[in-house]
């Protein structure tokens, strides 16, 4: 079983750019979640993708924006960055079974610095 | 508002010594609790989750309680490899759907 795997481990962006993140989901998983996590603190929840359709977001600007491919993979992307953009990004992945209930794998982040 | 905290934000334990980590939440409507262990720089490592009131599991050192307003992960006899920032999450439902609020986390050392 592939747990869940992110791309790229490491990026430097200036003010203003554009940046893709990228998130290869575990095998069978349907749903798709993305965090931001700023350093020493926990996880905020940016939004969720469900069967290619977005399912849930948390308190983020449009310029925050995804997508979830057929094979579950996902992308995140963040337009106009912002110094405060500067945070590891986490996707969690997860089976979301009739009842709604589930649990999240994490993959291991990718590292934004904003500069 | 839906909201998390946890304390003590940092607790220092030797070996073997048992105590707890406390997550309080206020939600509007909880579908799910859960705990993870996370270790820096790298991705928060899933523990638990738990559904209603009164549920317990329990995961080698590591137990987890579920009351209508908060939670508990019990370690016993902690080992060093222990060491690590414990993170408590809600799972809720609002009108934008599916929202996942997670709290600041717990940094635990456990000294040899």
């Known amino acids: 079983e592939t747990g869940v795997t992110q791309s790229p481990t490491h990026l430097i962006k200036t003010r203003g750019q554009q940046v893709t993140l990228r998130c290869s989901s575990q095998?069978?998983?349907?749903?798709v979640s993305w965090y931001q996590q700023a350093l020493g603190q926990g996880p905020q929840f940016i939004f969720q993708y469900y069967r290619e359709e977005e399912n849930g977001r948390g308190n983020f600007p449009p310029r925050f924006s995804g997508l979830q491919f057929p094979n579950y993979s996902s992308e995140l992307n963040v337009n106009a960055l912002e110094l405060d953009d500067s945070a590891l990004y986490l996707c969690?992945?997860?089976?979301?079974?009739?009842?709604?209930?589930?649990?999240?794998?994490f993959g291991p982040g990718t590292r934004l610095t904003v500069t | 508002e839906d909201q998390v905290t946890q304390s003590p934000e940092a607790l220092r334990l030797q070996e073997g010594e048992s105590s707890s980590l406390n997550c309080s939440y206020t939600v509007s409507g909880l579908r799910g609790l859960f705990w993870y262990r996370q270790d820096p720089g790298k991705g928060p490592e899933f523990l638990f989750t738990?559904?209603?009131a009164g549920e317990e599991k329990e995961k080698e050192r590591l137990k987890a309680t579920l009351t209508k307003k908060e939670s508990f992960l019990h370690i016993t006899a902690p080992k060093p490899e222990d060491s690590a920032t414990y993170l408590c999450?809600?799972?809720?439902?609002?009108?934008?759907?599916?929202?996942?609020?997670f709290g600041p986390g717990t940094r635990l050392s456990v000294l040899p």
């Open positions: 999450a809600v799972q809720v439902e609002d009108n934008y759907g599916q929202n996942f609020v």
């Open positions: 095998s069978g998983h349907n749903t």
């Open positions: 969690a992945s997860s089976l979301r079974g009739l009842a709604g209930k589930y649990e999240q794998y």
């Open positions: 738990l559904y209603s």
